[in-house]
């Protein structure tokens, strides 16, 4: 068995700084030389082998191996889950049902910006983000605030910034799913203990949301909305997150965000129509901006099918109560003694389990197309338009669990760690602002994960902190770094004015990403001080 070595140079800041070059890699090839993140992270694995080989001497045959078992784990855990949550998204648009429900919602809003901010930016964004995440919301929400009366830059910034909360439980989970995947640790442990963290962050963008529509003047009178949005998708997601894993928390957290406030607009409306920037709006242009959906009822009840069949087939599916997940047809593997615990071991394996979350995706999108009546024609549209928006995304997550697996089983991790660990107790600031670092550079929640998780966990472990806080931390500084993500904003900008100019998109997010990290720093230390037990892994830490 490969026994991994720490100190490969001899003077572990060396060793330090020589597990940092594929990081660096990664930096240089996306930030400056903007290549395509597929190519950037084949370059980067290739240069992670080369590493581990000649300077941490990992067996090139059993690296070989090692990399193979992750990209078949990216394959099977994670492109599985997003190529057929892409061909739902794409069969409701082709048939007319996303439209329905887009009319619908633009019906409960009012004329006033703030509300429609909360419903469009935040519920619906969350719901957009849970199915399909790669910057899709931004590029449906910001024309509809455009046309609303936002000018470009600010609704696209406003877009992004509701973009937050939902991201760890994006794409119908597959940023937990990575994370599982790559650190060994429980599903439903890493999903609740993001949950923790996301139910606490998630109180804070509806505010920031309606003073960048509507300023100071627009929060006075308008902090319900605020209240209201934030503790009802808290309500939405937080249980399902916990009880039920990482696949629908998005997408029950927006359906219960809708449900809490139509029932809100009902009975409470803003004493002043507000329009962007906290102008007053007449009564007789606010009476205009309302519009009727003009559905009948099997129209709307069309309309909201979809997301009641994937919510009953997923839960049933892959809920703690079902056998289906747990199945195993074959197991392959390679182990490595670990460098920082004397006896232990570090696998690079892949499981093949039939009836993982993605496979409960297409059984969900078979049952929708039937009772939709989708035509031959459109489910060949569907396919031709899902392999054009996700081949490149999909050969990421081949390449980037290929490289996490060397990263990993080599023992460059454990030499990133033992280093990273010297900081002490003082990390936990810095853990939330790696996963920032890590989508800033790669686009990508589920690729930061992926590159960043074991790490994480390995220097929570030397450090004596539970073991679920850094990942969890990862993960949703990956989250806050999203609306600065080059990758994410090449996607969201698709619809706007601003196509190839994403720098100026980034340049105009920045400051509040900053805002949101910092809080995001203040929560994890919080957890770590007051609620460690709800960061400790099954068993122990």
């Known amino acids: 068995m490969f026994q991994q070595i720490l100190d490969p140079a001899g003077n572990l800041f060396v060793s330090w700084l020589l597990a940092l070059i594929p990081v660096i890699v990664l930096l240089v090839l996306l930030a400056v030389f903007r290549l395509s993140a597929w190519l950037s992270v084949l370059a980067g694995a290739i240069v992670t082998f080369l590493l581990a080989a000649a300077v941490w001497r990992m067996p090139v045959a059993t690296g070989l191996r090692a990399y193979l078992y992750g990209a078949m784990t990216g394959i099977w ?143 006075r009178d308008g902090w319900p909305l605020a209240v209201v949005g934030s503790l009802a998708y808290i309500a939405g997601q937080y249980p399902v997150a916990v009880f039920l894993g990482p696949y629908l928390p998005d997408v029950t957290g927006s359906i219960v965000c809708f449900a809490a406030l139509l029932v809100l607009l009902r009975f409470w409306r803003p004493k002043r129509v507000l329009g962007y920037g906290g102008q007053p709006i007449e009564t007789s242009l606010a009476v205009a901006g309302s519009e009727s959906h003009g559905l009948t009822r099997t129209q709307l009840f069309r309309a909201w099918l979809p997301f009641l069949i994937l919510i009953a087939v997923v839960v049933l599916w892959t809920g703690p109560w079902s056998p289906l997940p747990r199945v195993v047809w074959f197991k392959f593997g390679v182990d490595a003694g670990s460098s920082i615990h004397a006896g232990a071991k570090v696998a690079a394996a892949f499981s093949f389990s039939p009836f993982v979350g993605g496979s409960a995706i297409l059984a969900s999108w078979l049952v929708i197309t039937v009772l939709l009546g989708m035509k031959p024609a459109q489910y060949v549209e569907a396919f031709r338009r899902t392999w054009h928006q996700m081949w490149g995304a999909m050969l990421v997550g081949i390449f980037i669990f290929g490289l996490a697996f060397i990263f990993n089983f080599s023992g460059m991790a454990a030499s990133l760690a033992e280093g990273f660990s010297k900081i002490g107790i003082a990390y936990i600031v810095v853990a939330p602002i790696l996963g920032w670092i890590g989508v800033a550079l790669s686009g990508s929640n589920t690729s930061t994960n992926a590159m960043f998780g074991f790490f994480q966990v390995t220097v929570g472990r030397l450090l004596g902190v539970p073991t679920l806080l850094l990942p969890s931390l990862n993960s949703v500084g990956a989250e806050v770094g999203k609306p600065v993500a080059p990758q994410t904003a090449s996607v969201g900008v698709s619809t706007s004015r601003f196509v190839r100019n994403e720098g100026d998109v980034i340049r105009h997010n920045m400051g509040w990403t900053f805002v949101l990290l910092l809080y995001l720093v203040v929560i994890g230390v919080g957890f770590y001080l007051l609620a460690p037990g709800l960061m400790a892994a099954p068993g122990g830490r």
Do not use: C, K
């Open 77 to 219: 855990s994670v492109d599985w889950i997003t190529f057929w949550g892409v061909m739902l998204f794409n069969s409701l648009v082709l048939t007319g049902t996303f439209d329905q429900f887009r009319r619908w919602l633009t019906s409960l809003g009012t004329a006033d910006v703030r509300v429609q901010t909360i419903l469009f930016a935040w519920a619906f964004g969350a719901l957009l983000e849970g199915l399909v995440g790669f910057g899709y919301p931004w590029a449906f929400v910001a024309p509809i605030l455009i046309g609303l009366g936002i000018p470009d830059l600010d609704a696209i910034r406003v877009a992004a910034i509701a973009n937050n909360a939902p991201v760890s439980y994006g794409a119908l989970g597959v940023p937990i799913v990575a994370l599982a995947a790559v650190t060994g640790l429980p599903l439903m442990s890493l999903s609740a203990s993001v949950a923790h963290i996301v139910a606490v962050l998630a109180l804070l963008p509806p505010w920031i949301l309606i003073y960048l529509v509507s300023g100071r003047t627009g929060l």
